[in-house]
Every structure is written in structure tokens, then in C-alpha cells.
């Protein structure tokens, strides 16, 4: 994985990741041609735009009967954004802290995958 600059990185030719404050961990988007899913890239590794939206989702384990999927016990978890012009605009289905606020993109953890 190379760094591109304190707030992105390429893990791999076509894929770009940048780290999430609102989830504690990077994201990665597709870029240029292949298959699957591809997103827009201002080229500006400084204060990168991309489009559309960025969507990610998982889930976790819960203990609370009130959060979790009753066949899996694991509560769903997202983060919904548009990343413009280096700042990350969380939308209000993201289920973090950052729901409906914009901040600039963070830098990397110090040793963070390069």
C-alpha cells in the first residue's frame, strides 16, 4: 500500500482508501476502468472529491436485545458520505457519532499500512 498523501492511500492499482474518523478505520473506493462498483476522482490527492456517494456497511455483534437482528444477534451498522474536496459530509443514515456533520478528511494513523 502506498501513501499518496497524509489522507490517502493506494492499497492497489484502481483503489484508493481514506480513513473514516466516524468509523475509526479506512475506506476504499474503485476508481478508473475494471469490473465491479467505480467511482469519480478529482485526481487531487491533497483534497480528493469523489462520486457518488460512498456506502459502507457491516455488522457487529450486540448484546442488547434492542439493537440486534433477531436471526443474527448482530446489530447493522453504515456510513453514507459524499467526500468533496477533501472534506467528508456524513449522512444521516451513517450510525457513528458524525451522523449529519462535515469535517475535513484525517490523516492516517501514524504506521498505518505503509
Known amino acids: 500500500m502506498s501513501a499518496l498523501s497524509k489522507v490517502l492511500r493506494q ?3 484502481g483503489c484508493l482508501a481514506f480513513w473514516c474518523p466516524g468509523c475509526g478505520h479506512s475506506h476504499q473506493i474503485q476508481h478508473g476502468d475494471g469490473p465491479g ?14 462520486t457518488p456517494s ?4 457491516w455488522s457487529e455483534p450486540s448484546d442488547n436485545p434492542d439493537e440486534f437482528d433477531d ?16 472534506r467528508i459530509q ?25
Open 11 to 13: 492499497p492497489a492499482a
Open 37 to 50: 462498483p467505480r467511482w469519480g476522482w478529482n485526481g487531487d490527492v491533497e483534497r480528493p472529491t469523489f
Open 54 to 57: 460512498v456506502l459502507v456497511t
Open 71 to 86: 436471526t443474527t444477534k448482530n446489530v447493522k451498522k453504515a456510513c453514507h458520505s459524499f467526500v468533496t474536496d477533501g
Open 90 to 114: 456524513f449522512l444521516g443514515d451513517c450510525t457513528h457519532a458524525l451522523a449529519g456533520q462535515t469535517v475535513p478528511l484525517a490523516e492516517f494513523p501514524e504506521g498505518w499500512g505503509c
